[in-house]
């Protein structure tokens, strides 16, 4: 098994890396190691004031910006703020199984910000990405359906949990999809995924009642099984810097990919279907009205 550690993350002097939703949990922790190594990180947050308040946990050189993945306009005010060439971007932000809402756009919350949100962001900044796109899936896309017709839940009664699958299955797509596309063009840039396995983050803190046997059972399951959010960010650091081929999924390398060291882990049937990663990414961009940005090289 691989012993991939925070202590083990190369210099990182001189390169530039945007993580998305880097105010809490996973993106917290990863912007925060990277930082420690050298990078200038770019905390890409909705709320300023989170964002700083997790700047100051961190050393290193790190800048705070607003970005709301749950509109459009606010995707691409952020990407035309940040002009300077960017070494990897980590699509990280997400949010699991809320109420139906929708994005201002008016997508389903979760395929708006996990899938769509990060398709805009990554499409309007490749221009200037160096390196790597990681993109932060889930064990759950293994439960996941995209339904083409309906990827936003108005013909079918909306299901949270289906809804988050099927978002972080299009996580998995459209790392697969952007990977056959970056080589096709002939680009340096290498798309991976990862999953943090189970941690403990706010990602289900909306559930919370303290009263209820929800909450009791997530804290029981969470403090038995869980591993810090410092952990689970192991399998994003390493697909962010590890020498892996494009493409490559990175997970925790324990029992079920709930815990450990990270490695490159399998993904679902689905998630490997390269026609429906090609028609996921002509609707995303039907969607977004964001286009693939790089020509086809000859
Ligand atoms: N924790 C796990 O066990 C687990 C398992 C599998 C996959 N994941 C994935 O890991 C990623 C990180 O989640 P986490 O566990 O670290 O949860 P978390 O602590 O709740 O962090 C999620 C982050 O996403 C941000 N976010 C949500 N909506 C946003 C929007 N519209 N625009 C910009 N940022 C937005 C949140 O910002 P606010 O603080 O402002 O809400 C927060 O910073 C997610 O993609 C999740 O699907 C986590």
Avoid: C
């Amino acid at each position: 098994m691989t012993t991939f550690a925070v202590a083990q993350l190369p210099a990182m002097t001189g390169r530039t890396v945007v993580v998305t939703g880097a105010n809490s949990g996973i993106g917290r922790a990863t912007a925060r190691a990277l930082a420690a190594r050298g990078a200038r990180v770019v905390l890409a947050v909705r709320d300023l004031v989170k964002g700083r308040a997790a700047a100051a946990t961190m050393t290193g050189e790190v800048d705070v910006r607003r970005l709301d993945l749950a509109d459009l306009a606010s995707i691409h005010a952020f990407a035309e703020d940040v002009t300077d060439p960017i070494d990897v971007l980590v699509n990280n932000a997400g949010l699991m199984i809320p109420p139906l809402g929708r994005t201002v756009d008016g997508f389903e919350l979760q395929i708006g910000t996990n899938h769509l949100g990060h398709f805009a962001l990554t499409n309007l900044l490749l221009p200037r990405i160096r390196q790597r796109v990681v993109t932060v899936s889930s064990n759950g896309h293994r439960a996941g359906r995209i339904d083409l017709d309906d990827l936003n839940w108005e013909r079918r009664p909306y299901r949270a949990f289906p809804a988050y699958a099927q978002s972080k299955l299009a996580n998995l797509l459209f790392t697969a999809e952007l990977h056959r596309r970056l080589t096709e063009a002939a680009s340096p840039v290498l798309a991976t995924a990862a999953h943090p396995g189970m941690a403990a983050t706010g990602l289900l803190a909306h559930l919370d009642d303290e009263q209820s046997l929800l909450h009791r059972f997530r804290t029981a399951i969470s403090t038995r099984l869980s591993q810090s959010d410092e952990d689970g960010a192991l399998p994003t650091l390493y697909a962010a810097v590890a020498d892996v081929p494009g493409g490559s999924y990175a997970g925790p390398g324990g029992f079920l990919e709930g815990r450990g060291a990270p490695k490159l882990v399998g993904r679902s049937r689905t998630a490997r279907d390269g026609t429906l990663a090609r028609r996921l990414w002509a609707r995303s961009e039907e969607l977004t009205g964001v286009r693939f940005p790089l020509a086809t090289a000859r």
